[in-house]
């Protein structure tokens, strides 16, 4: 069968696996006898589960830009649903907050994969999850309860000679941590942390030290100026730990 779905009227089918060869039999006369409807449901199948490049479903929930690891609980019936799809597919999915003052989702975010997915009894997801790439939302729509967007994907703009692109903020970054607690957080992100021979990650790394507002975070993945973003997240991590010097 198409999923777990008659591949004519789409409804679900609850196949033990008692019954697979019996489902196997029926698949296959109804792709013969129907070929033209069993090729509609097939696309249509295939495009909730392997979502192209440009193509995303969407948690709505808050900012997160990338190089951060965090754990997510599913409980929603619509967030259930779309885990099961992307586990079947790509396993990612886009990031992205509701602004309070218009009620639309945000014009940027972020592409996450699900690196770990446990299922519980009850229907819900525990999962473990890592942001990788930045997007801009061209559109967006519900698809099955949940947000599907059409996105394009986000790079800072390269530098303009080869000076600059090897060291785009111009000197050696070091860090100074005399806060326990904040040496204890910086371990705790230390396997988040990009080669250093990609800047642009690591300005956003180097944005997770720090707690900040949603806003804050949304800003961030706007600018395209990977020295701009340094910069900022240096100033966050100095404001924020009195005992952190950067040098």
Not at 31 to 53: H, M, T, V
Not at 112 to 134: A, Y
């Amino acid at each position: 069968m198409i999923g777990n779905k008659c591949p004519l009227c789409r409804t679900v089918l609850f196949i033990s696996p008692r019954t697979c060869a019996i489902s196997v039999t029926l698949n296959n006369i109804i792709q013969r006898i129907f070929p033209q409807e069993y090729a509609e449901r097939r696309s249509e199948q295939d495009s909730l589960i392997n979502f192209g490049n440009d193509l995303i479903p969407l948690f709505v929930m808050d900012v997160v830009i990338p190089c951060q690891k965090f754990p997510l609980h599913i409980f929603e019936p619509r967030y259930r649903l779309m885990v099961r799809r992307i586990m079947e597919g790509n396993h990612r999915m886009g990031m992205v907050i509701r602004d309070p003052a218009t009620d639309a989702i945000a014009d940027f975010a972020c592409e996450v994969e699900i690196t770990e997915c446990e299922p519980l009894p009850d229907g819900r997801f525990v999962l473990e999850i890592e942001s990788r790439r930045r997007f801009r939302i061209l559109r967006s729509w519900d698809q099955d309860g949940y947000r599907m967007a059409e996105v394009e994907w986000v790079q800072d703009i390269p530098p303009r000679d080869a000076t600059d692109r090897e060291d785009p903020h111009g000197e050696t970054v070091v860090v100074l941590v005399h806060d326990r607690r904040k040496l204890e957080a910086i371990y705790n992100v230390e396997a988040m942390m990009p080669n250093p021979q990609d800047p642009e990650r690591f300005s956003f790394w180097l944005a997770t030290l720090s707690n900040r507002r949603p806003s804050e975070r949304l800003e961030l993945l706007r600018i395209r100026d990977t020295a701009e973003r340094i910069r900022r997240g240096l100033i966050y991590l100095g404001a924020e730990s009195p005992g952190c010097r950067v040098q």
